[in-house]
């Protein structure tokens, strides 16, 4: 996919606002979400791909062993309630972080890693649901939704086996749902979830393979601390994204660096070390 390096906050405002981009008639409001990235070299693996090896035969056994020893956490009656809990939590999942503001993402793409260009992606979750499975899609349709829940999503797939048994012909899908609000940042982030039908299947390659789906845009590091200070006076920090004593004491972290937005600034929608990325939560 090719992405478009912007320079100033100009060409960003209207990358962004570009209603040409996820108009749908059907939908009275943009149907994109956002993901940002703090490193252009980062890439949107999940954090289960990252385990490397086998890493598909783990899942079951990581997801098994979380409800065993979370049970006083219950997020849901269902298998996608939990898989969004662990998530949130760092677990490694086939899930990705997404969000509907736009400004969120950029938020996770600029808090950290001043002196690194930064990636902000976009994707069309209409058009990515075009492709569903019959199934899926009739259940989508019939609730004129945009996005699943996890109640929708339980009735196709209840267990993560049985969203890999929906394709047809064997060709990978993906879908997008939101996450039940168990905590204040869900809500604060206007979180979404990614999650494709086959574990091994990376969302960038399946983008690739599918055209017009998705946008991405190169955030230079010479513009990062304009974009930062933007977000700062509309109070898109940790402190509003994260409620909470964590986001307060980043946002403070960060605020009061010698160099704003350093590197272990604040929470990230892909964390980050100085040797690799550890895609995870947005929190």
């Known amino acids: 996919m090719e992405i478009t390096t912007l320079e100033n906050w100009r060409e960003l405002d209207e990358a962004i606002s570009d209603r040409s ?40 056994h990581l997801l098994r062993n979380f409800r065993k ?15 969004a809990l662990g998530q949130h939590h760092g677990l490694p999942t086939r899930l990705l972080d997404w969000t509907f ?5 950029l938020h996770f793409a600029t808090s950290t890693w001043p002196e ?13 649901h075009d492709a569903l499975p019959s199934l899926l899609r009739e259940l989508l349709d019939a609730e004129g939704a945009l996005v699943f829940t996890t109640e929708q999503l339980a009735l196709a797939a ?11 012909d064997g060709t990978p899908y993906g879908l997008f749902f939101e996450p039940p609000t168990f905590d204040e940042r869900i809500a604060s982030q206007a979180a979404v979830l990614s999650v494709m039908s086959d574990p091994t299947c990376e969302l960038g390659t399946w983008l690739e393979q599918h055209p017009g789906l998705g946008r991405a845009w190169r955030i230079a590091a010479s513009l990062k ?9 509309a109070h898109i920090t940790e402190r509003s994204l994260m409620p909470g004593l964590d986001g307060l004491a980043a946002w403070l972290r960060r605020y009061y660096s010698p ?5 272990f600034g604040g929470a990230s929608m892909a964390g980050s070390e100085d040797r690799f990325q550890q895609e995870g939560s947005m929190t």
């Open 101 to 105: 503001s736009p400004l969120v993402a």
């Open 69 to 83: 020893y979370a049970y006083q956490r219950a997020p849901g009656p269902t298998t996608w309630d939990w898989l």
């Open 259 to 263: 160099q704003r937005g350093t590197s």
């Open 158 to 168: 209840p267990e993560l086996g049985t969203l890999d048994a929906l394709q047809e």
């Open 225 to 233: 601390a304009d974009v930062r200070e933007r977000l700062d006076q």
């Open 21 to 60: 981009w996820g108009s749908h008639p059907q939908h009275a409001r943009p149907t994109v979400v956002f993901r940002g990235l703090a490193r252009a070299d980062y890439s949107n693996v999940t954090s289960l791909a990252r385990l490397e090896g086998d890493y598909a035969s783990l899942e079951r």
């Open 116 to 128: 690194h260009d930064a990636v902000l992606w976009s994707v069309d979750c209409a058009r990515v």
